[in-house]
């Protein structure tokens, strides 16, 4: 990999029905198109999104990267970021860019979006990758102490260890999460899955990705777990690993 160099092909944009600009990188290639899905408060301009560009590019095979409204290169607020508006955003810039089959691979909350979008998509989704991924954290994420602060105030900040200014959850993106909880029954979604997931992750613990395997209803569903992994995997052996089951997907 440290051989490789991306060349960044500049940000597009699609317009919402509502002005509101999508920014997203697409490299050409061959099929099944990987789309990439950050976490949250992340963009495509991440150290994971970015190796997988490069490696894609190499390999003559087609990545589209985005932002989420309010991330970004994209427009619009932040704050008026939900689980269902970011779905919607993901699946207008795929269907504006991709013909065909895509592979979804999700970072953290970007592993509940990948949930959500499969299910929309159906068919045209040929394999899921999670990288950490977080579904339901605005449940087992939330104490009681926690649920009534983000009901009264609108709003909570946590400090983020991750460089960013502090993270801001909304009382519409609890909403929309406890609107969508997936690790509650079965996920109907049948296509091979793999989950990546660092047991020293000190922010979504990684028997969540054990209870997300056992969740879906596929049955080719295999759970990495990275002993001395962290929750951002994107150490030069978390990187291989990752380009390694992609690859074999």
């Known amino acids: 990999m440290g051989d490789?160099?991306?060349?960044?092909?500049p940000a597009q944009f699609l317009d919402r029905p509502d002005g509101t600009r999508l920014a997203y990188r697409h490299l050409n290639g061959e099929g099944p198109t990987i789309v990439f899905l950050p976490g949250y408060m992340s963009d495509m301009q991440g150290g994971k999104a970015q190796a997988l560009a490069t490696w894609a590019q190499a390999q003559g095979r087609a990545i589209l990267r985005?932002?989420?409204s309010g991330c970004?290169?994209?427009g619009g607020e932040f704050e008026s970021g939900t689980l269902g508006v970011w779905r919607d955003d993901v699946c207008a810039v795929i269907a504006a860019v991709v013909t065909g089959p895509i592979i979804?691979?999700?970072?953290?909350?970007?592993?509940?979006?990948?949930l959500l979008v499969a299910e929309a998509l159906g068919d045209q989704v040929r394999a899921l990758v999670g990288i950490a991924a977080a579904p339901d954290?605005?449940?087992?994420?939330?104490?009681?102490?926690d649920k009534a602060a983000v009901i009264e105030s609108g709003r909570i900040e946590r400090p983020s260890d991750y460089g960013y200014e502090p993270m801001v959850i909304t009382h519409d993106f609890w909403r929309s999460g406890q609107d969508n909880?997936?690790?509650?029954?079965?996920?109907a979604i049948h296509c091979p899955v793999r989950l990546i997931h660092g047991q020293q992750d000190p922010d979504v613990p990684w028997e969540i990705s054990l209870k997300l395997a056992a969740g879906?209803?596929?049955a080719?569903?295999?759970?990495?777990?990275?002993?001395?992994g962290d929750h951002r995997l994107s150490r030069d052996q978390d990187i291989a690993l990752l380009i390694d089951v992609v690859a074999k997907l």
């Not at 490789?4 to 092909?9: D, G, M, R, S």
């Not at 979804?104 to 990948?114: Q, V």
């Not at 909880?181 to 996920?187: A, E, M, P, S, Y």
């Open 4 to 9: 490789l160099t991306l060349v960044e092909p």
């Open 66 to 68: 985005l932002d989420y």
């Open 72 to 74: 970004g290169e994209s």
């Open 104 to 114: 979804l691979i999700g970072s953290s909350m970007g592993g509940w979006l990948m």
């Open 137 to 145: 954290f605005t449940d087992w994420d939330f104490d009681a102490a």
């Open 181 to 187: 909880l997936r690790l509650t029954d079965n996920i």
């Open 216 to 218: 879906l209803c596929s």
């Open 220 to 228: 080719d569903v295999q759970t990495l777990l990275v002993k001395d």
